[in-house]
């Protein structure tokens, strides 16, 4: 089959699903109030496909695309009723990569049987290791829960990031003590400049703080020097003198579109081709390949070609 490719040479490769829209913390990036703590024990079956839908639409992708990642994600993949059963799934497809990102606080009862049906890396959304700040960012509690998953996660081999959205004035205080708590587990942190997304998508730039200055912040502690970028790679990376390694995602200041290889499904069945993108593209299980290849090729132009121009769309609808 003749692969999918835009004028830039772009394919998608690394499928991102967004299981669900529920979630258990109330990042002040991502929403406004409560609305994400609907619930705290399991989806409620009517946000997402069936298991059997879902499975058999990443099926139907793979079989066009060759996918080598799937990325699962949510609103929060861990409250999702019948998570163990998409790993294994998606393991039984034959695609190299199962990953996921989750902000942790079910971590610890879930990592091992993550492990078992074939995940094998995670990515934990952590944007405090203060309490005090860590309630300011998640309107939650408890970060040791989410530190106790860490270390549940290394444990049982998962491989761990960590991920660390800074906003201006809220946690820019925490890049070094999140860096030094990476450093201490010897994990990756990558710091994420802020999206423009969601209820932020017009009022994101009083939050920015910059590649350049979470990079000035860190050298007042550590010397470091650049790495190479990987192909499609969302993060840029650097070296410390001691050998630990970091990261900045920096979507404003180093936009990565260039040889952006990402789709995403949400929980509904609608396929994006672009975060930029609100218009979600409708899968129907009747459509035929000649069908799904048209849509896929849509979903494709939609991409931009230098940076992303901001969402409607919450991180708790597509997952970022
Ligand atoms: S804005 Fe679109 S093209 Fe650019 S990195 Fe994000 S998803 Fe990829």
Same mark, same amino acid.
Request: proline content about 0%; hydrophobic content about 30%; charged content about 15%.
């Given at each position: 089959m003749q692969v999918i490719e835009d004028k830039y040479g772009r394919t998608f490769k690394t499928l991102r699903v967004s299981l669900l829209s529920t979630c258990n913390l109330g990042c002040i990036y991502c929403v406004q109030g409560d609305e994400s703590l609907k619930l705290t024990n399991g989806a409620h079956p009517a946000t997402s496909l069936p298991l059997s839908e879902l499975l058999d639409t990443i099926r139907r992708l793979h079989a066009q695309l060759d996918l080598d990642t799937v990325r699962l994600t949510g609103g929060e993949p861990l409250l999702y009723h019948d998570l163990i059963g998409m790993i294994a799934g998606i393991r039984d497809l034959g695609i190299s990569h199962i990953k996921l990102t989750t902000n942790g606080f079910l971590l610890q009862r879930l990592a091992l049987p993550m492990k078992q049906a074939g995940m094998e890396s995670v990515n934990v959304s952590l944007d405090a290791i203060g309490e005090e700040v860590f309630l300011q960012m998640s309107r939650r509690h408890s970060v040791q829960r989410i530190l106790d998953g860490i270390d549940a996660a290394l444990d049982c081999g998962l491989e761990v990031k960590l991920n660390a959205v800074i906003m201006r004035g809220k946690n820019d205080s925490q890049i070094l003590p999140l860096l030094n708590f990476a450093f201490s587990r010897n994990i990756r942190i990558r710091f994420l400049e802020i999206m423009a997304?969601?209820? /932020?998508? #017009?009022?994101?730039d009083k939050y920015l703080f910059t590649r350049d200055e979470i990079l000035r912040e860190i050298g007042r502690q550590y010397r470091f020097t650049p790495l190479d970028r990987l192909q499609s790679s969302t993060a840029g990376y650097w070296k410390t003198g001691d050998g630990h390694v970091f990261g900045v995602i920096a979507n404003e200041s180093q936009p990565f579109c260039h040889d952006c290889n990402r789709l995403r499904l949400d929980s509904h069945g609608n396929i994006y081709?672009? /975060?930029? #993108?609100?218009h979600p593209i409708a899968l129907d299980k009747t459509d035929d390949e000649n069908a799904l290849r048209l849509k896929l090729e849509e979903a494709l132009s939609r991409k931009q070609a230098l940076k992303f121009t901001g969402s409607e769309l919450s991180m708790l609808e597509i997952g970022g």
């Open positions: 997304m969601g209820h /932020l998508h #017009d009022q994101a081709g672009c /975060l930029s #993108d609100n």
